[in-house]
């Protein structure tokens, strides 16, 4: 069994949505237990969202994809109808910056969504296309997402937004920024499509947040399998900036986990899902793509012993951890 960890919004979206422990949901990327997605007050806006269609949970017989064939979900844009296949490229493509009564707009429809998270799940669902709810919970039908109560008692640590952006394909992109757990801050670009007149989320992707403090950045290499840190130990600092780069030919992740006192690496290398399972959840990165690279930001992180997993699974099903993709690394008192 895995260890599921998923970054950013999907931390607080799938959170309910794990059945195992560690590595991959079935549409392969990283969750995280409900605890590790902080509840706290989400945005002030009021939430404001249409009824879901009628429908129910898709039949254990049934695709996931055949449940919605009954459904009227909207006609999202054509060009924004696959949010997996344009994920990488959005990243990299530069948008125009939006002002005025445009950003404004922009930015009321993100304020607007992370308010319905906390307020409502399923007028949450109804403000994402089945297309990202297909990519984030392996079902685009919304009451099966509601039947893994997987936004239940969720919301936003500290929201805020930044800028907003508009692509040639319609879509509007806008950055935001939250706590995701005690420790991690998560820093994500939303892309939202106008769906007759109601823009719906349909891809995300991670961006570095702007965390203020004394500020260190330590390089991680991610091979298969195994962690490249440039330093041995850290010395304590306000804000810990792990820059990953995905240095292998699979996809993979950063999971830190606090290390359990009394243990060391090879007691958890030889059982590491009993203590992995068990271990405090510091943050995590997903890197799904080789060569791609991104920034964890982590801060109050006390002096002690911390390790960094990859959940991700092999060809076969096998946790890279299993593979003996676990590493320690120290942080020590100034």
């Not at 900036?241 to 606090?258: D, K």
Request: net charge negative; with cysteine.
């Amino acid at each position: 069994m895995a260890i599921s960890y998923r970054v950013g919004l999907r931390t607080a979206l799938a959170a309910v949505a794990l059945s195992a422990s560690m590595g991959f949901m079935a549409v392969g990327a990283p969750v995280a237990t409900a605890q590790d997605a902080t509840p706290a007050a989400s945005p002030t806006a009021e939430c404001v969202a249409p009824e879901l269609p009628p429908g129910t949970p898709t039949p254990p017989e049934a695709s996931p994809e055949a449940a919605m064939e009954g459904m009227d979900m909207g006609t999202p844009a054509a060009d924004a109808a696959s949010p997996v296949a344009e994920a990488s490229p959005v990243a990299e493509e530069v948008g125009t910056a939006l002002s005025g009564a445009d950003a404004e707009e922009a930015t009321a429809a993100v304020n607007n969504l992370a308010a319905c998270v906390a307020a409502d799940p399923a007028k949450a669902l109804a403000l994402m296309t089945p297309e990202f709810l297909l990519e984030t919970f392996g079902s685009g039908n919304p009451y099966d997402v509601l039947a893994m109560g997987a936004l239940e008692g969720l919301a936003f640590q500290d929201f805020s937004v930044g800028n907003a952006y508009s692509y040639d394909d319609g879509r509007v992109g806008v950055d935001v920024q939250y706590k995701q757990t005690e420790y991690q801050v998560a820093g994500e670009r939303w892309f939202l499509v106008n769906d007759g007149g109601t823009w719906k989320l349909t891809a995300l992707t991670p961006i570095t947040p702007t965390v203020e403090g004394d500020t260190t950045v330590v390089g991680v290499n991610l091979v298969d399998y195994g962690f490249e840190f440039n330093v041995s130990s850290i010395v304590e600092t306000e804000v810990l900036m792990l820059h990953a780069i995905n240095a292998g030919s699979e996809p993979h992740e950063i999971v830190v986990l606090r290390e359990p006192d009394g243990m060391t690496l090879d007691q958890i290398t030889a059982d590491p899902e009993s203590v992995l399972s068990t271990a405090e959840f510091i943050g995590v990165l997903y890197l799904g793509e080789p060569g791609q690279q991104g920034d964890l930001a982590l801060v109050g992180l006390e002096p002690g012993k911390y390790i960094a997993v990859c959940g991700v699974p092999s060809a076969d099903g096998t946790p890279h951890y299993m593979l003996g993709m676990i590493a320690e690394f120290e942080i020590v008192g100034v």
